[in-house]
């Protein structure tokens, strides 16, 4: 969300028997490890689903990829965890959403991981998807819910035993969003959602808000981290003033190429600050980048100066402090400024989707924040959308859409938010019904409740993951008697 993020995003892998599905479900069986090292078994099917769900000239398929674990399924009317995949490969996300995993043998659940199209392996017109703007025409979350909705009917029908069951949709970041939102515009497929780190309100929420939650994490981690990392701006432009400043950055950060200009660094360096804030995780963890526990305390650990220190000394300690992030297993011989997090995010499509109708504003003003002051500029953003893909965003089309904050007709939708996430800032972090629940997650980072259960997990973690469970119970059991 955002260019940057990521956004932000994971899913869960699966093993299954063979499904007596039709001849357009192709299947593979893969088992797979995640970074903790466990081991999760899937199927890969590849579903024929239409290009464009809404309009009659365009009559295409392609095939959308899903991964589908039937271990602990109790079949005939069990129920099914749908992913709501985001922006990225699905069997990454898969690896990196152990809570599925974890509650599965519990609720006797099936699990289902769909790719969103236009990403992974899911390309409606296959290498040609991203060649222009025609193509990507169809990537929308509109058409992506449709392609969830239209899956799910299409498992009901040809599994044995799931004619019955109840589908709990589930995602998280982008795929959060996703997950409300397909509870919201189709009821019937879904009984209920669990939207973690959503930022379903990012579009209408004052610009500045995102970043003051970055700053806070940095403000709260270590003494004059914040500040210092406010004053290193100054103190870029200073130094690099000349060819032999630039130059000296170069060296000091160990960028494998040469900067050339101090806007790229800093560009660089404030999509890293933004990142540290999102998997700042209370154990070693790999989500973006192979991490320490706790690494914004590590980061800030660094930057512990006192306002008398010189540019250089300061940007040593920056310098330092990026490492954490970039270099935590000292396994790297340079930093690549072009290469902030994981390469299984699909930025372009996220940079397409934020161009036409995910119009998420970010401004900053180097005093509520500890960023240079870089106003929302809309016409702007929409100038260079046009230049790079040759469209122009809707600037209030996601509130038209999907309600804004208008929401409360709909029901049975978890919303939770760690209030360390920056992406916090964009989501419903108050209930606003009985069915309708919000839960903040005292020292969580982005969607830290979807991942595996850690012995390193606070208590306002492990409290949430029990209640998710006691709604998700609580919902089968309505549709039963539905």
């Not at 998420?360 to 005093?367: E, L, R």
Request: with cysteine; glycine share 8%; hydrophobic share 40%.
């Amino acid at each position: 969300m955002r260019l940057t993020s990521t956004a932000l995003l994971f899913l869960l892998l699966v093993s299954c028997n063979a499904l007596a599905l039709k001849p357009q479900l192709l299947g593979r069986h893969t088992v797979q490890t995640d970074s903790h090292h466990r081991s999760v078994s899937y199927k890969t099917f590849y579903f024929d689903q239409q290009i464009d769900h809404f309009g009659f000239l365009e009559n295409g398929t392609f095939k959308q990829r899903y991964l589908l674990n039937d271990q602990h399924w109790h079949k005939e009317g069990g129920p099914i965890l749908f992913y709501t995949g985001n922006e990225g490969d699905i069997t990454w996300f898969c690896n990196n959403t152990g809570f599925m995993w974890d509650v599965a043998e519990e609720l006797g659940a099936m699990l289902v991981f769909a790719e969103h199209r236009y990403y992974g392996e899911s390309m409606p017109f296959g290498e040609e998807s991203y060649s222009n703007a025609k193509y990507l025409n169809y990537l929308t979350s509109e058409q992506a819910l449709a392609d969830f909705a239209v899956l799910i009917k299409a498992l009901k029908k040809t599994v044995p035993g799931a004619q019955k069951s109840s589908v709990i949709a589930i995602g998280g970041s982008y795929g959060g969003m996703l997950a409300a939102w397909l509870r919201m515009k189709y009821p019937s497929a879904v009984v209920g959602a669990l939207a973690a780190s959503a930022p379903i309100l990012q579009f209408i929420v004052p610009c500045g808000e995102f970043y003051k939650v970055v700053t806070h994490d940095f403000n709260i981690s270590g003494t004059n981290c914040s500040s210092n990392i406010r004053r290193s701006w100054a103190a870029i432009d200073r130094v690099s003033e000349t060819g032999e400043g630039l130059q000296w950055l170069s060296q000091e950060f160990g960028l494998c190429s040469p900067l050339k200009s101090p806007e790229e660094l800093k560009a660089w360096l404030q999509e890293t600050w933004v990142n540290l804030a999102m998997v700042d995780y209370p154990y070693e963890a790999n989500f973006l980048q192979p991490l320490p526990a706790w690494p914004v305390k590590v980061v800030c650990a660094n930057l512990k100066f006192d306002t008398g220190v010189s540019d250089k000394q300061l940007l040593n300690g920056i310098s330092k402090a990026v490492r954490v992030y970039y270099n935590y297993t000292g396994d790297a011989s340079c930093l690549n400024t072009s290469q902030t997090a994981t390469g299984n995010l699909g930025f372009l499509g996220w940079y397409y989707q934020s161009c036409t109708e995910m119009v998420m504003p970010m401004c900053t003003d180097g005093i509520a924040d500890m960023f240079e002051p870089q106003p929302w500029n809309f016409q702007a953003f929409s100038d260079d959308c046009y230049n790079l893909f040759g469209v122009r965003p809707r600037e209030d089309w996601a509130e038209i859409v999907y309600g804004g904050r208008n929401i409360s007709d709909h029901s049975n939708i978890i919303f939770s938010n760690g209030n360390l996430d920056p992406w916090m800032s964009g989501g419903v972090t108050k209930s606003l019904s009985k069915s309708l629940i919000a839960i903040m997650i005292n020292g969580g980072a982005h969607h830290l409740d979807l991942r595996y259960n850690n012995e390193y997990d606070p208590e306002s973690v492990i409290t949430t993951r029990a209640q998710e469970v006691h709604y998700f119970m609580k919902w089968i059991k309505q549709a039963a008697f539905d």
